[in-house]
């Protein structure tokens, strides 16, 4: 089950009112970038990938954390009987499958971590995870920037970025323009969109 997009633009607002940043408008680019590579894909519904794309990170808004972002996200969404968003949540920081590539600290209770590996386990991850793990790669605050541009400025920013990851980012790249048959950044506007 999801909320109608008015549903999610609203959470979101209400989210920053409680954990302000950069993090809302990037959400907002990532929800732009999944609904235009939705639309080109054909087999994707673009509201429910807009939907994914702004709440993929709605954990933020209980404060300033690494890894209890995903747990606070995941565990709030399935409060709200979202299921769907609460598996985006829980899968978008895990282009790999497991938390061993997790970028950030690991600032969760023990419980927390036990919740996110126990639904990691049985999760299985579709094109809408795909999608929004490739979103979440591209997606500024400010606009969209070339997959490698972003990679690095987390990497500048946490110190580190697993090759695995990396490398599963380009091959999610490849995989939705080949699905497309159209290059991503033409796709989603990269040089004129801004949330």
């Not at 999801?2 to 929800?31: D, F, I, M, Y």
């Not at 979202?82 to 600290?105: K, P, V």
């Not at 490398?167 to 004129?192: A, P, Q, S, T």
Request: proline share 3%; hydrophobic share 35%.
């Amino acid at each position: 089950m999801l909320p109608t997009r008015k549903e999610a633009e609203k959470l979101l607002t209400e989210a920053e009112k409680c954990n302000q940043g950069a993090w809302g408008n990037h959400s907002r680019v990532a929800a732009h970038c999944a609904e235009k590579i939705a639309q080109e894909c054909g087999d994707l519904d673009p509201d429910k990938a807009y939907i994914l794309g702004l709440l993929h990170d709605i954990g933020r808004k209980f404060g300033v954390r690494h890894l209890g972002h995903v747990s606070d996200g995941y565990l709030y969404m399935t409060s709200l009987g979202y299921d769907e968003a609460a598996q985006i949540c829980l899968t978008h920081s895990f282009n790999t499958g497991t938390i061993d590539a997790y970028i950030g600290t690991f600032d969760t209770t023990a419980e927390e971590l036990k919740v996110i590996q126990d639904a990691l386990k049985t999760v299985i991850m579709d094109e809408y995870d795909k999608l929004i793990q490739l979103c979440d790669s591209i997606a500024g605050p400010a606009g969209v920037l070339e997959i490698e541009e972003r990679m690095r400025d987390v990497k500048e920013r946490y110190g580190s970025y697993p090759q695995e990851k990396w490398d599963n980012n380009l091959k999610l790249k490849k995989h939705f323009e080949e699905k497309m048959g159209k290059d991503i950044y033409i796709v989603v506007d990269k040089d004129n969109f801004k949330p």
